[in-house]
T-cell receptor, first 109, second 113 residues
Framework: TQLLEQSPQFLSIQEGENLTVYCNSS?????LQWYRQEPGEGPVLLVT?????EVKKLKRLTFQFGDARKDSSLHITAAQPGDTGLYLC?????????FGGGTRLMVKP | DAGVIQSPRHEVTEMGQEVTLRCKPI?????LFWYRQTMMRGLELLIY????????DSGMPEDRFSAKMPNASFSTLKIQPSEPRDSAVYFC???????????FGPGTRLTVT
């Protein structure tokens, strides 16, 4: 059982569409990280959210941390083929950083 | 900074052979992590080191896997003997802290036939 549940697991959309992916847990976290992994490469940190209710924007990407700090969402506006990749959330669990199963996004031109 | 360096990038070997994967972390990072990634199981933590000392190896699948960090700038992950089910992409990552941003290498794609 994944400590961090990500949904959907797979998403295929057309360029220009909007999308939201989710990261949920039954545990409260002090912070949560979002990474993007492009094909053939390692994951790269996009953002860290720390405060319940926090919203951070990175160009067309909007990240939100739930008020109770148990969930987070990533919204992409006007998706582009360059957004294609695996989106991973990660947070503290026990004595180490734990990753969710990821959402695999494909944006078709 | 060159980032985390892993070698080789690709490894194809036959079942039963020994495989050694190598990692050079970012200078100054005290933490080093080894992960395995497959479509079925996602990104799994195998082991991590702090100041060259193994802290948690509970993710190491079995005794065929071993990892060492002889100094702050080098770590190895060894599989002996290798099996087809070990086929995966193995990532090394380094960080300033346990919960801080992790910097991943490009990975080693291992295929065991």
């Amino acid at each position: 059982t994944q400590l961090l549940e990500q949904s959907p697991q797979f998403l295929s959309i057309q360029e220009g569409e909007n999308l939201t992916v989710y990261c949920n847990s039954s545990s409260v976290f002090s912070s949560l990280q979002w990474y993007r992994q492009e094909p053939g490469e390692g994951p790269v940190l996009l953002v860290t959210v720390v405060t319940g209710g926090e919203v951070k924007k990175l160009k067309r990407l909007t990240f939100q941390f739930g008020d109770a700090r148990k969930d987070s969402s990533l919204h992409i506006t006007a998706a582009q083929p360059g957004d294609t990749g695996l989106y991973l959330c990660a947070s503290n669990a026990g004595n180490m950083l734990t990753f969710g199963g990821g959402t695999r996004l494909m944006v078709k031109p | 900074d060159a980032g985390v360096i892993q070698s080789p990038r690709h490894e194809v070997t036959e079942m039963g052979q020994e495989v050694t994967l190598r990692c050079k972390p970012i200078s100054g990072h005290d933490y080093l992590f080894w992960y395995r990634q497959t479509m079925m199981r996602g990104l799994e933590l195998l082991i991590y080191f702090n100041n060259n000392v193994p802290i948690d190896d509970s993710g190491m699948p079995e005794d065929r896997f071993s990892a060492k960090m002889p100094n702050a700038s080098f770590s190895t992950l060894k599989i002996q003997p290798s099996e087809p089910r070990d086929s995966a992409v193995y990532f090394c990552a380094s960080s300033f802290s346990t919960f801080g941003e992790q910097y991943f290498g490009p990975g080693t794609r291992l295929t065991v036939t």
